[in-house]
Structure formats: structure tokens, C-alpha cells
């Protein structure tokens, strides 16, 4: 029922780095086997992810002002209203909600994770981790049953500058949407025509026909699967974590929090084998009240081309052909993150 598609072609040259001999390269274009959107597989191995030096960014030059802070929380972050949080932030170990001061919809939240400001992967332990999901799953229930009319629920997460993140201070974005992007709604609609079509939840059949398989099937923790899905959003790979048992926000307890940090845990101890200190995540949550659609994260590595230009892993193909782009096979970075994986 699940079909992986790709279509494998080469480009010829004449290679100034040998002679100008005749080159053959060899590239890959991959069907997303639920959405049908396509990416680009080429450039195997030609990068790696480019180092910075994290502690400079506590240097005041480089600092700079930064609201999350505990010196300046108190006074530079908003608050929110009393209908919504009555004490205006809340906290929970270090973790700290607030409203973002720049609101992505209607109920947006941010997470500041840590008192530190600079936090690298080694230090982002499972209290901060558990913490920080408790308070913003929480939020998002609280803001589900104050306004049900947003059905879709999001947390976001830019983690240090190749991300795109405005702060290094770790934080994390939570909010509720009636406009949750075009790769999410693509993926809802996509997982309801399957469920139409074959009477089957399309990540159970996922997460049935990728074990069965094996090449791209990383592991288990607890209640969770990870894998490295067919098609990758990121340059350097995609790594997923589905939940077969929640749907909706109100569907994810505690439990789930403790497998996903457990999840995170490794998949942190293998960026920092790689070299890899930025990424990209999301927690997405569809609507109550359906069975086709799962929760399931998604993270995905940034780095820099180089640190001399600070050239983004971002171009033409992203920016204006919404079409992904990868240098890494989802099979080679499963047989590379499995050892993690007890």
C-alpha cells in the first residue's frame, strides 16, 4: 500500500579535478510516498556540518541584549492576560512560558528552556527537556479547551544560529492554529485519503512496512518509532519520531514526553559525534476526534556551508522551488544513528 519511489539518474562532465577525464555523478529524486512531493538527493557526502565557537556567543559584543535572561526576563518579556494564564508567566524547573512578544497566531507561546543563555546539545539534560514539553503541552491543552476553534497544535524549534532562530538562548515556540503550513496540511489530507482508501492508519503501515524492511527503521523507545524517513527535509538527513497512540494534544501524557526526551537523548549524542550543534524541530498535533493522523516529531539538522561567508544550507531550491534538498541517503544516516539507539 505504501510505495517508495525514486528515480535515479546521472550527470556527465568532463572533471577539471582529474584531467579533465570523463565524470559520471550519480542522483537520486525521491517521491514522498504520502504527500507525492519530491526531493533531490545529490552532492553525496560533499559537506559536512560546520563548527562554531559556541562559548563566544556569551562575549558581550556578541551577546548582545537578550530578553530571556534571568537579569532581564522580568522586565523585557511580555505577559500573558489573566483569561489566559492568571499569574501572567508560568514556570516549571528552569523552564519558563511566556507569550511570544511576535505572536504567530492568535495563542503563541514561548518556552525559554534554560537560565543559560548558551545551553550546547551535551547540556540539554532530560529535567530541562521534560520540563520544558510539560509546560508547553500543558499550554496547548489549556488553549485547546479556552478555544477550540483552533484545531491544529504546534511546537517549534530553532535551535542555535543555522536554525534561523532570533536568540541562542534555547526556547521553543507552542501554539495553537487554524493555519498549521502547507507541509502539515498535506500531510493531513494525505493521511485521510489513505485511511479512505485502504481502511488503515498510514503511520501504523508505516511504521509496520519500515521495520519490516529495516534500512531506515532506527529503533524504539518506550512507545515511540524512529526512523529516517524516505524523503528528508533537511540537507543533512531527517530523523522522525512517530506516536502510534496520539492524535491530538489531549492524547499525549507524560509517558510520551519521557520517550521523547529519551528519543532526543540520543539523537543529540549522535549530532555531537557528528559535529552537527543547529537544528530544526517540530511536534505536530492534528484534530480530536479522527484516527488517521498521528503526532509525530520531526528534526532536522543546519549547519553553515562554510563560517567564512556563513553561507546558509538554504538556496534557490528551498526558497523558491519549495523542493528539498539532501546529501545524505535516509538508509546511510539510519545505519549511522542505529548505535545510538540501546
Known amino acids: 500500500m505504501i510505495q517508495f519511489k525514486a528515480v535515479g539518474s546521472v550527470s556527465n562532465f568532463l572533471d577539471p579535478r582529474n584531467g579533465f577525464s570523463r565524470c559520471t555523478v550519480d542522483f537520486q529524486v525521491r517521491f514522498d510516498p504520502l504527500t507525492g512531493r519530491t526531493c533531490h538527493f545529490s552532492h553525496f557526502g560533499a559537506l559536512k556540518a560546520q563548527k562554531l565557537d559556541l562559548p563566544g556567543y556569551e562575549r558581550p559584543e556578541v551577546k548582545g541584549f537578550c530578553p530571556f535572561c534571568t537579569d532581564k526576563r522580568e522586565k523585557a518579556t511580555p505577559k500573558f492576560t489573566p483569561d489566559i494564564v492568571h499569574e501572567g508567566r508560568i514556570s516549571r524547573g528552569e523552564a519558563c512560558l511566556i507569550p511570544n512578544l511576535f505572536p504567530y497566531d492568535i495563542h503563541s507561546g514561548v518556552v525559554i528552556m534554560?537560565?543559560?543563555?548558551?545551553?550546547?546539545?551535551?547540556?540539554?539534560?532530560?529535567?530541562?527537556?521534560?520540563?520544558?514539553?510539560?509546560?508547553?503541552?500543558?499550554?496547548?491543552?489549556?488553549?485547546?479547551?479556552?478555544?477550540?476553534?483552533?484545531?491544529?497544535?504546534?511546537?517549534?524549534?530553532?535551535?542555535?544560529?543555522?536554525?534561523?532562530?532570533?536568540?541562542?538562548?534555547?526556547?521553543?515556540?507552542?501554539?495553537?492554529?487554524?493555519?498549521?503550513?502547507?507541509?502539515?496540511?498535506?500531510?493531513?489530507?494525505?493521511?485521510?485519503?489513505?485511511?479512505t482508501a485502504h481502511e488503515k492508519n498510514y503511520w501504523h503501515t508505516l511504521i509496520d512496512t519500515e521495520i519490516s524492511g529495516g534500512s531506515r527503521y532506527i529503533g524504539k523507545v518506550g512507545g515511540t518509532h524512529w526512523i529516517a524517513p524516505f524523503v528528508s527535509m533537511g540537507l543533512l538527513g531527517e530523523i522522525m519520531c512517530i506516536f502510534p497512540d496520539v492524535f491530538s494534544v489531549w492524547d499525549f501524557k507524560e509517558k510520551h514526553i519521557e520517550d521523547l526526551v529519551s528519543g532526543l537523548g540520543n539523537i543529540f549524542r549522535f549530532y555531537e559525534a557528528e559535529g552537527i550543534f543547529s537544528f530544526n524541530a517540530s511536534l505536530s498535533f492534528g484534530p480530536s476526534g479522527q484516527d488517521y493522523f498521528n503526532a509525530f516529531?520531526?528534526?532536522?539538522?543546519?549547519?553553515?556551508?562554510?563560517?567564512?561567508?556563513?553561507?546558509?544550507d538554504f538556496n534557490f531550491f528551498q526558497a523558491v522551488l519549495a523542493e528539498p534538498v539532501c546529501i545524505v541517503l535516509p538508509e546511510d544516516l539510519c545505519r549511522s544513528v542505529r548505535p545510538y539507539f540501546p
Open 114 to 195: 534554560t537560565d543559560d543563555h548558551v545551553v550546547g546539545l551535551g547540556d540539554l539534560s532530560k529535567k530541562r527537556l521534560t520540563d520544558s514539553f510539560l509546560l508547553g503541552i500543558d499550554f496547548l491543552q489549556k488553549i485547546n479547551s479556552l478555544d477550540p476553534e483552533l484545531p491544529y497544535h504546534l511546537m517549534t524549534w530553532n535551535y542555535m544560529p543555522p536554525s534561523g532562530g532570533g536568540l541562542v538562548h534555547p526556547h521553543q515556540q507552542y501554539f495553537a492554529t487554524q493555519f498549521p503550513g502547507n507541509q502539515f496540511m498535506d500531510e493531513l489530507s494525505g493521511s485521510e485519503r489513505f485511511f
Open 297 to 312: 516529531l520531526r528534526t532536522v539538522p543546519r549547519t553553515f556551508l562554510n563560517v567564512r561567508d556563513f553561507a546558509p
